[in-house]
């Protein structure tokens, strides 16, 4: 492609990309959790950093996985905003039972899913996730969560988390702390 018609193509997508991290080039594709055990990952996951730092001012921001009757996986996010917990329900999907560890997830039937990527975790405390779109092989825009079982997981737990994302070449820059000080108890 002409570099005039990616620049355009560049300018179009901008206001969409603005606020998200955005890089020339294809998605990454870094190594995921082997054997991922899906039922091992369900329950409640708190969100302890985030890339990008949203601009939604959400703190106590947590997920909640568990199997419908129908088998589909529910998705259940709450957080906490201007003094109410505020919920959004979507459902998780393995396109490919080859590669477990690569979910999709979406809140809407208009919605596409949306790449949800385990690279790590042990079940009990700890998952790093990732999720990147490819936009016409030109630039791809990505998002990554540390996730852990407790509100406050060690520091050597994030560290751990944060040298895995940068070992995959994932820019941790904008990376932010969700907070999860002074939480409604649930
Ligand atoms: C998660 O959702 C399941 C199914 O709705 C529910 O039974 C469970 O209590 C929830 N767990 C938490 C920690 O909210
Ligand atoms: C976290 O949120 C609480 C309550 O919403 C607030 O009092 C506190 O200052 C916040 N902490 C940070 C580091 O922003």
Redesign the pocket.
């Known amino acids: 492609m002409r570099a005039s018609s990616s620049s355009l193509l560049l300018l179009l997508f901008l206001p969409l990309v603005a606020a998200q991290t955005f890089h020339w080039g294809p998605c990454p594709t870094p190594k995921v959790q082997p054997n991922f055990d899906l039922r091992k990952y369900?329950?409640?996951w708190y969100e302890i950093e985030k890339l990008p730092a949203s601009f939604e001012k959400g703190t106590c921001i947590?997920a909640?996985?568990?199997?419908r009757k129908d088998g589909s996986i529910?998705v259940?996010n709450?957080q906490f905003y201007k003094g109410e917990v505020t919920a959004a329900e979507g459902t998780a999907v393995v396109p490919d039972l080859r590669e477990p560890a690569k979910l999709g997830v979406s809140f809407s039937y208009l919605s596409p899913y949306g790449a949800y990527w385990v690279l790590t975790t042990d079940y009990s405390s700890l998952s790093v996730v990732y999720s990147c779109t490819d936009v016409l092989s030109i630039f791809h825009v990505d998002f990554a969560w540390i996730l852990s079982r407790s509100r406050s997981p060690s520091p050597e737990t994030v560290r751990f988390a944060k040298k895995l994302l940068t070992d995959e070449d994932i820019e941790l820059c904008r990376m932010k702390p969700t907070n999860q000080t002074s939480c409604p108890v649930?």
């Not at 909640?64 to 199997?67: M, T």
């Open positions: 369900l329950g409640r947590e909640n996985y568990s199997l529910r259940l709450t649930t």
